[in-house]
């Protein structure tokens, strides 16, 4: 399956191989998202996301049809509920659909419900931890019809938050840093949000969501240096900002996503009784901002490293390899999602 992150600033594309072990890269493709289409996860428009998706379609394999995807934000809910271990599913599900009105914060026939046994619940054997997912049906309708336009089939739809674990999870057990990393946070620097994950033994633990992202940045790069919004794009992505940058705009932004940092962190220290992760690593279109992983790393005394999503795969002949390396940290939900072919 193609794996594909839309986004409000870009729609990415994964499609991943694999051998034993080893993963392979057979393509990637990324492609802007039409001005003001997709707003805080949701898509407002759906023909211009569908014509974009067509477009980022034509630079991929035409055999592969299927596709996995991804929901996010204030339209998912996900919770750990315990059950009697000895349900099937389908008594699973019935029971769930009972008791809904107090499992889930919008009536069932609004929702996409689906559900995972995870483990033996701690304190009673008799008992199973079951994750429970729900998503509103119209957000994941939006991104099945924006698919259909570009000829692909929706086969998963999966919760960003996870398809970013199960990619992260991988990168870092070929870091010698995080090899041993049983609570590993995952900073997802977007265009308009940043989201810390936390991972726990391997696991999504935690999810936090705050309205702050690279556009920020590119806000405050227009307004020093009178660029246009293109202009600021392209020069922070290739690493061409005048050399008073550090000062003028670097230094705000990564005092204020420290700041944020910081805060989400500490909100989940106090809830879940921990006092500091075993590492940090930094994905999103803006993960790679010169010296940001060195000054977190500084501050908050644990390893900080930007992902390098496809370190240790094979690489296919036809990989557009200036996408990949312009937008690397950017594709780790793509590539998540096209580890779901595997799964």
Do not use: C, W
């Not at 992150?5 to 990324?30: C, P, Q, R, W, Y």
């Not at 509103?136 to 938050?161: K, N, P, W, Y």
């Not at 935690?206 to 020069?235: H, K, P, T, W």
């Not at 230094?251 to 944020?260: H, N, R, S, V, Y």
């Amino acid at each position: 399956m193609i794996g594909v992150d839309i986004g409000s600033h870009s729609i990415k594309a994964v499609l991943l191989a694999k051998n034993g072990n080893t993963f392979k890269v057979e393509a990637v493709a990324v492609e802007p998202t039409p001005r003001g289409a997709v707003v805080d996860h949701e898509i407002q428009d759906i023909e211009p996301v569908g014509e974009a998706l067509r477009r980022l379609v034509r630079r991929l394999p035409s055999k592969i049809k299927a596709s996995a995807m991804a929901v996010a934000g204030s339209s998912v809910m996900t919770k750990v509920i315990f059950m009697d271990a000895s349900l099937s599913d389908d008594e699973m599900m019935s029971q769930i659909e009972v008791e809904a009105e107090n499992l889930i914060p919008h009536p069932l026939d609004e929702v996409n419900l689906d559900f995972e046994r995870l483990r033996p619940h701690a304190n009673d054997p008799s008992r199973v931890d079951v994750l429970l997912s729900a998503a509103r049906s119209e957000s994941v309708q939006a991104r099945v019809s924006a698919m259909e336009i570009a000829g692909l089939d929706t086969h998963i739809m999966d919760i960003e938050a996870y398809a970013l674990g199960r990619a992260v999870g991988t990168i870092a057990a070929r870091q010698p840093e995080l090899a041993d990393a049983k609570l590993l946070g995952v900073l997802d620097i977007g265009a308009r949000t940043t989201t810390l994950s936390i991972i726990e033994d391997g696991e999504v633990a935690y999810s936090r969501e705050e309205a702050f992202g690279g556009e920020q940045l590119n806000q405050l790069i227009q307004s020093a240096y009178d660029m246009s919004a293109d202009e600021a794009e392209r020069v922070k992505l290739r690493g061409e900002l005048p050399a008073t940058a550090a000062l003028e705009v670097l230094a705000p932004f990564q005092t204020e996503l420290l700041q944020l940092l910081r805060r989400s962190l500490q909100l989940f220290y106090t809830s879940e009784g921990h006092d500091s992760l075993d590492g940090l690593v930094l994905t999103g279109g803006s993960a790679a901002i010169e010296g940001l992983a060195d000054m977190l790393h500084e501050e908050l005394g644990f390893p900080v490293l930007v992902a390098d999503v496809f370190a240790g795969m094979k690489m296919g002949p036809d990989v557009n390899k200036r996408d990949m390396e312009r937008h690397g940290p950017a594709l780790a939900i793509a590539s998540g999602l096209a580890m779901r072919s595997f799964s």
